[in-house]
């Protein structure tokens, strides 16, 4: 089908059709858990493989080669593997997630003028229910169905038991903003939108995720958005107040906001605030295993049975007996234990030339959706911050789903 065509089913392959919908539902997979997220990612794999005399050509570009290299050091981390039966799996996880990207890059390049509008603007829906979800359980302690937080000043939305819908915000806020703006959303409805979504990320209660949707949105609406700058400045100053009237006046987000983390404003504060974190516990660990393993690390998905080994105790950290963790919450610790030197350096390598790529190829075309996914890349590998494995099934999701919308634009090489 050319991407000119109109909406019209009957010249749409089922198999075309099906990746279509898997794309359209792709965040209520998300929300549903692990095994939908896994089950979609299979279903594009084999979607990739029909027809694979047409599909093969994807792979001859920069992008299919950069993962094959990454693939490759995964491959060859597996054999100084402290438990390769626990790795393989994880690393086999990558093919499948490398034939998501490539199917989705067909699907955008052959319906980008057509059908994905239906795609970004159903993301659009969702997005705008789950901030109506995350309000509405701010103000009644409980959410559209009855699901409730157990802990004070963190949401869950329809996540459950699971905190973690600050990821799934961040994930799409940048897709939801490009979708009012390609829109014609008048620049005076777009600040308020951005100021309601900066603001309900902040009431999620995940500071490391709020931080990221505040950086990510601040990037992108400085490319984007051609607003004078003092009407920036202004709409900064406003949020800034907000954010500190609610920190004064909520004793939850005081202390997320504040108690907890004051110590950071310290002479010498982050290194004493992680010292009496847990997230610090995990990071002390993560650099003692990359010291005993310092070539190839322990292993892709050994961390989590690596740091509970008493040799890793370390009195200095409060949080010590806290530092097991499946990762250790930082995906350049996760990588660097995990893979040693060579396994990190060939991450560094595949990224960083990805990125690249993609934004030679956004100066070429200008699509706000590839800078979408460009800008959530680049900040979800911000150092320092805490995070989730990117080769865990839901935050792996969120980004995998990123990183693959910012290569979807990227036309295909010839050699």
């Known amino acids: 089908m050319n991407k000119t065509d109109k909406f019209n089913l009957k010249k749409t392959s089922s198999v075309d059709f099906l ?45 299919f080669y950069l993962f094959i290299f990454f693939f490759i050091s995964l491959l060859i981390n597996l054999i100084f593997s402290t438990n390769p039966a626990n790795s393989f799996p994880r690393i086999i996880k990558v093919l499948f997630i490398m034939f998501f990207i490539f199917e989705t890059q ?49 949401v869950v939305s329809f996540f459950g038991d699971e905190l973690i819908v600050g990821a799934f915000y961040h994930g799409f ?89 004051k110590t950071v404003f310290t002479i010498d504060g982050y290194s004493k605030f992680m010292k009496e974190s847990q997230y610090g516990a995990h990071r002390d660990a993560a650099v003692k295993i990359l010291k005993d393993n310092l070539f190839f690390g322990v292993g892709v998905k050994n961390f989590r049975h690596e740091s509970l080994k008493d040799k890793y105790e370390n009195k200095e950290y409060l949080q010590t007996h806290k530092r097991y963790a499946t990762h250790p919450h930082q995906v350049h610790y996760e990588m660097l234990s995990e893979t040693g030197i060579f396994g990190y350096l060939s991450f560094l390598i595949f990224f960083l030339l990805s990125i690249a790529l993609a934004i030679n190829n956004y100066l070429k075309i200008g ?15 911000v150092p320092m911050l805490p995070s989730g494995s990117f080769l865990s099934t839901y935050s792996g999701g969120i980004f995998w789903l990123n990183f693959a919308i910012m290569c979807a634009y990227i036309k295909k090489i010839k050699f």
């Open 19 to 63: 990746c279509l919908f898997l794309l359209i539902l792709y965040p209520v997979a998300l929300i549903l858990g692990n095994l939908f997220i896994n089950f979609f990612t299979l279903l594009f794999s084999i979607g990739f493989f029909y027809n694979l005399k047409e599909r093969k050509k994807y792979l001859n570009q920069k992008i």
């Open 106 to 154: 067909r699907i955008v390049q052959n319906y980008e003028a057509s059908y994905m509008r239906y795609v970004y603007g159903s993301w659009f829906a969702i997005f705008i229910i789950i901030t109506i979800d995350i309000i509405f359980e701010t103000v009644f302690g409980y959410n559209l169905i009855g699901m409730e937080s157990y802990m004070p000043g963190r």
């Open 173 to 261: 806020v940048l897709f939801f903003l490009s979708y009012l703006i390609l829109r014609g959303t008048k620049n005076n409805i777009l600040i308020l939108t951005i100021i309601l979504v900066l603001l309900a990320s902040f009431i999620i209660g995940e500071r490391s995720n709020f931080i990221r949707l505040f950086l990510s949105v601040l990037i992108f609406t400085t490319f984007v958005l051609k607003i004078n700058y003092k009407i920036k400045i202004v709409t900064l100053l406003f949020i800034t107040t907000i954010i500190i009237i609610f920190i004064n006046f909520n004793q939850n987000f005081k202390t997320r906001y504040f108690e907890q983390i």
């Open 367 to 381: 699509n706000i959706y590839q800078l979408s996914g460009i800008i959530y890349v680049i900040i979800s590998l």
